[in-house]
């Protein structure tokens, strides 16, 4: 699943770094996102502290529990979509706690927001959305267990 | 005193001995008895079996009587019925329990109510089985969210439930069939489905109330009994939501017209869940010729689109619930199983059993539309599209298509909320086709409804009712499923917008909605609360009462099922858009709670037919307003005004 995109995290927050910098003047054009929804070649990898854990959304923010981690560049809020926090395997008391994320950055409704494929922490990768960035949920996990495929 | 005189005294004295010492008299014979056990009060479909046999316990003194004679008797005329040796006579030897049990009961074709005895040898009385044969409504429906039966993780799973139920004019249910998939660990038993063996339909005079299901699987509903929330639009049709704590969803329910069988072309769509529990979406054209299928059939399996597959299969005989199998059919390499329910020849609901996948929709005949169609299929419309309960990412849009034949283009008007993301009456325009075959496709290209932007299209037949498919009126029109990346299992309809007079948006509107939400303050995991209710449109303004399925709590801490609900909205014309309207806010009003508002935006076919959604940043929905036809009822059968009758007593 790319674990070696993990060390490459002065290359991708350069990238991130750049995402950031062109949010703004892309939040004045129409918000027209290129197919497929969730584009593997876009991912990136970058680390963080993990600042904040919302277990559901405020309003205007992207459904579903959110991580906001500090990094270099400043803090992202990383979607973990409806089972990022909840069922079997799942985060838990990450707060305060290195990561090392992997998503696609994504404008909606005006906010830039990564779309997490998975999240390492404590040596251990969570995976939560699949290569196309369906979320994985509890029952989807259980069935790719019992037919012998990865995440 | 002579001899003769005392001889007769002897004789009187020896008989009050014996009348007198017979409770004493050890060789006197214990009293035999016969007791029904199992079987009485049943009620069964004229010329159908009964759900139970009949059973009888025979005593000795008390004690069970093993090995000895029972016979069951039905009366030899008028509403009876036969055993399994085709007379109205049985007999049965007892078990080692004493128990007698008759075969399987048939009740002839007439209608009535009736007697069964059993009687044994011996015994001074006989067990009596009070039966009836009943004449009734068969209705189809079908439904799908989110059920908390079978959570894992404590976490909710996608079902699909279709079936047919058969209710007398007193408004019992008197029997059915059902399939239910959640496609993790609870599917009905096949091929057999299900069975629905009694039950209650009780509505209000407003056609609003409960249907009770009670069915022989225990993991269902609770215990096996499923209540189903329900609101009349008409006599023949109405909106569901299940309404028993073990689920939230939204469905419909039809009259059936039995018997009838598929045969010509049809479009279809159902949606649900896929192998790996992800969410995906069908859609397509098929022809029936002799019993088999060939067609085209495009998918949204997780984000992975597929377009115009050979689709083929063998569809069995209906049973006399409508109900069959489309047997053989491979999608993606994937064998699905698949049943149907027949609403009538030209309407059919579509339910996936297999234990590892789940779905659920419709297919609809096209008559000229399955070999003449062509971009002239798709007039002026309104459309609707919401994801299903296990979407990636919850959206709901609604909107108008104008579309240009000759050019193969559209423009219009559409809202549309994915997840907070808003579009509000945004100009949308883009390319269509459909081919002769009724099987086309429709993209939005000028980037106006989000990432809302490519459906497969399919035709049905000009003079069908989508929303009610025994109305007669409604003009056909087009089903829709999603084709976009990130959106897949979204399915929805397009139907021909013939009146945006805002004085025709008025009257009595049964209404519903399956709304996905993110905000449970519960803080239980769960995704979508239903509901439904009857309204009335005056001065621009929506007054109604509903009942609200918040199992997942939406609206407060805990999980609730709300009756009478208040629903209020003031309703603006969008002057700009003819047949499109705005209500912010509606008002829903649960328990002792204070009013939610919610956002909506309605698009208006006709009078009698609106969509609306709702867009707010916390939750959407997708929905219908739909006239109570007065004239409909008005023109009702006698046995179809007095069922509503009843129902309305009943519950008082």
């Known amino acids: 699943m790319g674990c070696n995109r993990f060390v490459r995290t002065v290359r991708v927050i350069a990238r991130l770094m750049t995402g950031l910098w062109l949010a703004v003047p892309l939040m004045a054009q129409t918000a027209v996102e290129s197919r497929p929804y969730y584009d593997v070649t876009n991912e990136i990898a970058f680390s963080g502290t993990v600042s904040g854990v919302l277990t559901t959304a405020p309003p205007g923010m992207t459904w579903g529990s959110h ?40 404008r909606i409704d005006g906010r830039q927001v990564l779309l997490v494929r998975s999240v390492k922490v404590d040596g251990k990768i969570y995976v939560i959305r699949n290569t196309r960035g369906v979320p994985l949920s509890p029952q989807a996990r259980e069935r790719a267990v019992r037919k012998g495929e990865p995440l | 005193m002579s001899r003769e005189f005392l001889c007769s005294i002897l004789v009187i ?113 006989s067990a009596t089985f009070d039966l009836r044969n009943a004449t009734a409504t068969f209705f189809s429906f079908y439904l799908n969210g989110l059920e908390t039966i079978d959570n894992s993780g404590n976490l909710p799973s996608y079902y699909a439930l279709a079936g047919s139920v058969a209710i007398d004019s007193s408004g019992n249910v008197v029997s059915g069939e059902q ?85 010509g072309g049809y479009a279809f769509t159902f949606s649900g869940v896929d192998s790996n529990y992800e969410a995906v979406a069908f859609g397509g054209v098929f022809s029936i010729s002799g019993g088999t299928v060939t067609g085209k059939v495009d998918v949204n399996d997780a984000g992975i689109v597929t377009r115009a597959d050979d689709l083929n299969g063998t569809v069995t ?59 002239g299929s798709l007039g002026k419309s309104v459309f609707g599209v919401e994801d299903n309960s296990w979407g990636s990412i919850y959206y709901a849009a609604a909107g108008i298509l104008v579309p240009r034949a000759g050019s193969g283009t559209f423009t219009g008007v559409a809202d549309n909320d994915e997840e907070s993301t808003i579009a509000a009456a945004a100009t949308i325009s883009g390319t269509y086709s459909i081919a002769s075959n009724g099987y086309g496709s429709l993209t939005i290209t000028n980037a106006g409804l989000l990432d809302v932007t490519s459906f497969g299209l399919y035709a049905t037949d000009p003079s069908l009712n989508l929303l009610d498919p025994n109305n007669t009126s409604g003009g056909g029109g087009v089903l829709l499923v999603s084709l976009d990346s990130g ?60 009942a609200v399925n918040d199992t997942f709590g939406f609206f407060s801490s805990t999980s609730n099922l709300y009756n009478a609900a208040p629903f209020a909205g003031a309703i603006t014309a969008d002057t700009a858009n003819p047949g499109r309207y705005t209500m912010v806010p509606l008002n829903i009003t649960v328990g002792s709670e204070s009013p939610t508002p919610f956002s909506m935006a309605i698009y208006q076919a006709r009078g009698s037919a609106l969509f609306w959604i709702n867009e707010d940043s916390n939750s959407l929905s997708f929905g219908t307003l739909q006239q109570e036809p007065t004239a409909v009822r008005v023109g009702r059968n006698a046995k179809t005004e007095f069922r509503f009758n009843t129902r309305a007593r009943a519950k008082r």
């Open chain 2, 487 to 546: 959106l897949e299992g979204g399915v929805g309809l397009a139907i021909p917008q013939t009146d945006t007079v805002t004085n025709s948006f008025k009257g009595s509107y049964a209404f519903g909605a399956q709304v996905y939400e993110s905000a449970f303050l519960s803080g239980a995991t769960g995704w979508e609360f239903d509901y439904i209710g009857l309204g009335s449109v005056s001065s621009g303004a929506l007054t109604g009462t509903g």
């Open chain 2, 317 to 375: 005989t209906p049973d006399r619930f409508g109900r069959g199998q489309i047997t053989g059919v491979s999608v993606n390499g994937i064998l699905l199983s698949l049943n149907y329910y027949l609403v009538s020849p030209e309407a059919i609901r579509i339910i996936d059993v297999d234990d590892i996948d789940s779905a659920v929709g419709s297919a609809f005949g096209q008559g000229s539309n399955a070999t003449a169609a062509g971009n």
């Open chain 2, 13 to 125: 004295l020896s008989s009050l001995a014996l009348l007198t010492g017979c409770g004493s008299n050890p060789s006197q014979k214990p009293m035999v008895s016969i007791t029904a056990t199992k079987g009485s009060g049943q009620e069964s479909l004229t010329s159908a079996a009964f759900a139970s046999p009949l059973a009888a316990k025979v005593t000795t003194g008390g004690t069970p009587t093993a090995g000895v004679k029972v016979t069951f008797t039905a009366p030899s005329f008028g509403a009876t019925g036969a055993f399994a040796n085709g007379t109205a006579t049985e007999t049965v030897m007892t078990d080692f329990s004493g128990i007698a049990t008759s075969s399987t009961l048939t009740a002839n074709a007439t209608e009535g109510s009736y007697s069964v005895s059993a009687t044994v040898a011996g015994a001074t009385t």
């Open chain 2, 179 to 263: 399939d239910y998939n959640d496609g993790f660990h609870v599917t009905s038993p096949q091929p057999g489905g299900d069975f629905i063996l009694s039950g209650t339909l009780a509505v209000d005079a407003n056609g609003q109330g409960t249907l009770t299901l009670i069915t022989n699987n225990a993991a269902l509903g609770s215990a096996g009994t499923e209540t189903l929330g329900i609101q009349f639009v008409n006599a023949n049709h109405a909106l569901i939501t299940q309404f028993d704590g073990s689920a939230t969803s939204s469905g419909s329910l039809d009259l059936q017209t039995l018997p009838s069988a598929m045969s």
């Open chain 1, 67 to 106: 991580l906001l981690v500090a990094t270099i560049a400043g803090t992202i809020d990383a979607s973990l979509g409806r089972w990022g926090l909840v069922g079997n395997e799942a985060l838990s008391r990450i707060n305060g706690k290195q990561v090392d994320v992997l998503g696609v950055m994504k």
